[in-house]
């Protein structure tokens, strides 16, 4: 049972409306299942729109924001907001609070987060899920980066079993709180 999921995401809304209305969706799950939304802290684009929806259905959103970015944007009125020095501390204080993470559609900031979160797992820092909201197939293509990483040897093709994907957010996270995490030695040959 998850009390707390990291989520990252776009600070834009991208070009079709259906992103938003996949947020919206996965809000509502995550609220009707009790789960605490943790997240950048930011009001725009879709975690903006995430955390306003889990706000108006009366679920609890705590954001974690460095000061530059808390000095430039606006804020939603939010649950907790956990201001850090830089965005080191930001992702550190999100994995320390997170019962596991899951990615919907953003940038290169959301691949970044995605991208740290496995590294981490992968390494041993944590075994917690890590799920992919992939609406309309948004994330295929990377997916196929991560399939061929492991066809050319970069990295270990079972860890990629580690990775919890679906289109649905009821579905992922039910697949979460089933996760067993595969170890995988990244230094064993």
């Given at each position: 049972?998850?009390?707390h999921?990291?989520?990252?995401?776009?600070?834009?809304?991208?070009?079709?409306?259906?992103?938003?209305?996949?947020?919206?969706?996965?809000?509502?799950?995550?609220?009707?299942?009790?789960?605490?939304?943790?997240?950048?802290?930011?009001?725009?684009?879709?975690?903006?729109?995430?955390?306003?929806?889990?706000?108006?259905?009366?679920?609890?959103?705590?954001?974690?924001?460095?000061?530059?970015?808390?000095?430039?944007?606006?804020?939603?009125?939010?649950?907790?907001?956990?201001?850090?020095?830089d965005?080191?501390?930001?992702?550190?204080?999100?994995?320390?609070?997170?019962?596991?993470?899951?990615?919907?559609?953003?940038?290169?900031?959301?691949?970044?987060?995605?991208?740290?979160?496995?590294?981490?797992?992968q390494?041993?820092?944590?075994?917690?899920?890590?799920?992919?909201?992939?609406?309309?197939?948004?994330?295929?293509?990377?997916?196929?980066?991560?399939?061929?990483?492991?066809?050319?040897?970069?990295?270990?093709?079972?860890?990629?079993?580690?990775i919890?994907?679906?289109?649905?957010?009821?579905?992922?996270?039910?697949?979460?709180?089933?996760?067993?995490?595969?170890?995988?030695?990244?230094?064993?040959?």
């Amino acid at each position: 049972m998850f009390n707390h999921i990291c989520v990252f995401c776009g600070s834009s809304f991208g070009t079709k409306p259906s992103y938003v209305k996949h947020v919206h969706s996965f809000a509502q799950t995550l609220v009707t299942r009790n789960i605490n939304l943790i997240y950048g802290g930011g009001n725009n684009g879709l975690m903006g729109e995430l955390a306003r929806y889990v706000l108006e259905k009366d679920g609890e959103v705590v954001g974690v924001i460095p000061k530059k970015i808390h000095e430039n944007v606006q804020h939603v009125e939010l649950t907790d907001l956990i201001i850090v020095d830089d965005m080191h501390q930001r992702k550190a204080k999100m994995y320390e609070l997170a019962d596991g993470f899951i990615t919907l559609p953003g940038g290169i900031g959301t691949i970044e987060e995605l991208a740290e979160s496995l590294t981490w797992q992968q390494i041993g820092y944590h075994q917690k899920p890590i799920g992919i909201l992939n609406p309309n197939g948004f994330y295929d293509k990377l997916l196929s980066l991560l399939e061929h990483m492991a066809d050319e040897g970069f990295l270990k093709a079972n860890f990629l079993e580690n990775i919890i994907i679906s289109e649905c957010p009821e579905e992922l996270l039910q697949k979460m709180e089933n996760f067993k995490p595969i170890y995988v030695n990244k230094w064993e040959s």
